[in-house]
T-cell receptor, first 114, second 110 residues
């Protein structure tokens, strides 16, 4: 099992450009989520999904779109990048269900917007 | 929403020393995890511990859910233990939405 795979690992964008950060998991997990980490801070939730076709906003959703057409994939879209979106982005997946279960994270994508 | 507070924010140790990191949370949770973020930025799962005590080598963790805190113990620290330690929780009926603390930055000197 590869676990949670994020691509790309690094990306530089110009202000106003769009891009999609990819996240895939091969553990048949129901829940997937995106976080951003800014210097000296913990991770903050951007968007999450509890299953294919179901998404919702987290703490810092502005400027980001998501969709979940399959169980395995949960891409994060930046429609018009801004310097404030310079950050490290992490994708996570969790088995799901009624009880809490362990979350697993991808390696992260370091994004710089100039 | 749930608040997560970690202490201390920074810690400098001599190699071989022991340490205790604390995580306080403001409401009942059904998931609590400890992570180590290494100097390369990777998040490494240390413990999934919504309650009770677990041990893994030189590391152990205890969560007292009724009193809303968790402790991470590092014994005989090594330079490779350096990095940031995060505590994260999920509230009841909150899906997989982890709420992170601000982290404890640990530096182990040789």
């Amino acid at each position: 099992n590869a676990g949670v795979t994020q691509t790309p690992k690094f990306q530089v964008l110009k202000t106003g450009q769009s891009m999609t950060l990819q996240c895939a998991q091969d553990m048949n997990h129901e829940y997937m989520s995106w976080y951003r980490q800014d210097p000296g801070m913990g991770l903050r939730l951007i968007h999450y999904s509890v299953g294919a076709g179901i998404t919702d906003q987290g703490e810092v959703p502005n400027g980001y779109n998501v969709s979940r057409s399959t169980t395995e994939d949960f891409p994060l879209r930046l429609l018009s990048a801004a310097p404030s979106q310079t950050s490290v982005y992490f994708c996570a997946s969790t088995l799901g269900g009624g009880l809490g279960t362990e979350a697993f994270f991808g390696q992260g994508t370091r994004l710089t917007v100039v | 929403g749930i608040q997560v507070e970690q202490s201390p924010p920074d810690l400098i140790l001599q190699e071989g020393a022991n340490s205790t990191l604390r995580c306080n949370f403001s409401d009942s949770v059904n998931n609590l995890q400890w992570f180590h973020q290494n100097p390369w930025g990777q998040l490494i799962n240390l413990f999934y511990i919504p309650s009770g005590t677990k041990q893994n080598g030189r590391l152990s963790a205890t969560t007292v859910a009724t009193e809303r805190y968790s402790l991470l113990y590092i014994s005989s620290s090594q330079t490779t233990d350096s990095g940031v330690y995060f505590c994260a929780v999920v509230g009841y009926n909150q899906g997989g939405k982890l709420i992170f603390g601000q982290g404890t930055e640990l530096s182990v000197k040789p």
